[in-house]
């Protein structure tokens, strides 16, 4: 059964600091993983998507890494910004088309 | 003005009362999902549908009941047999056509019991 695992599960950090968030899931069979944000009592964006067959994708300060067969992905936030507070989800696609979420990294980025 | 829409946003729940939860999408999509979400966790499927008047329990169904009678429309009905119901409802679409597992969320709505 696929499991994803995000750690830590809060971080708190000085605005300007680039920072990496970590997203390990137990089988390698995936389709594509996804990193969302969701603001307090809001729904989920959509930040990126990796296909398995790619190793990373940008947008802007953000960039998604995925290596599949360490079962591993990063996403890396280069100078944060206060407005970056929020919680950060990473999903896997299952070959179903399922996704499977992990429990989430609640950043802070202090002033 | 594309998306997706739930309502209410926040709904408080007697013991005994079954629920109604609205999800309604203007973006064509043929598939649509609800999850729920606790505290400190991830999202957890409840229901989805591919296709009009066809849908499929997830992980976490017992308790729930939904119906797809309009391509636009998923609604949640949370009976009095959900034990603990008290969470963070999403709902969310994805096109038969795109990339997989790529889904857009409404904004959720918040389910409280009494």
């Known amino acids: 059964k696929q499991e994803v695992t995000q750690i830590p599960a809060a971080l708190s950090v000085p605005e300007g600091e680039n920072l990496v968030l970590n997203c390990s899931f137990t089988d390698s069979a995936i389709y594509n993983l996804q990193w969302f944000r969701q603001d307090p009592g809001k729904g989920l964006t959509s930040l990126l998507l990796i296909q398995s067959s790619q190793r990373e994708q940008t947008s802007g300060r953000l960039n998604a890494s995925l290596d599949k067969s360490s079962g591993r992905s990063t996403l890396y936030i280069a100078a944060s910004q206060p407005g970056d507070s929020a919680t950060y989800l990473c999903?896997?696609?299952?070959?179903?088309?399922?996704?499977?979420f992990g429990q989430g990294t609640t950043l802070q980025v202090k002033p | 003005d594309g998306g997706i829409t739930q309502s209410p946003k926040y709904l408080f729940r007697k013991e005994g009362q079954n629920v109604t939860l609205s999800c309604e999408q203007n973006l064509n999509h043929d598939a649509m999902y609800w999850y729920r979400q606790d505290p400190g966790q991830g999202l957890r499927l409840i229901y989805y549908s591919q296709i009009v008047n066809d849908f499929q329990k997830g992980d976490i169904a017992e308790g729930y009941s939904v119906s797809r009678e309009k391509k636009e429309s998923f609604p949640l009905t949370v009976t009095s047999a959900q034990k603990n119901p008290t969470a963070f409802y999403l709902c969310?679409?994805?096109?038969?056509?795109?990339?997989?597992?790529?889904?857009?969320f409404g904004p959720g709505t918040r389910l409280t019991v009494l």
């Open positions: 999903a896997v696609t299952s070959n179903t088309g399922k996704l499977i």
């Open positions: 969310a679409s994805s096109p038969s056509e795109g990339r997989m597992g790529e889904q857009f």
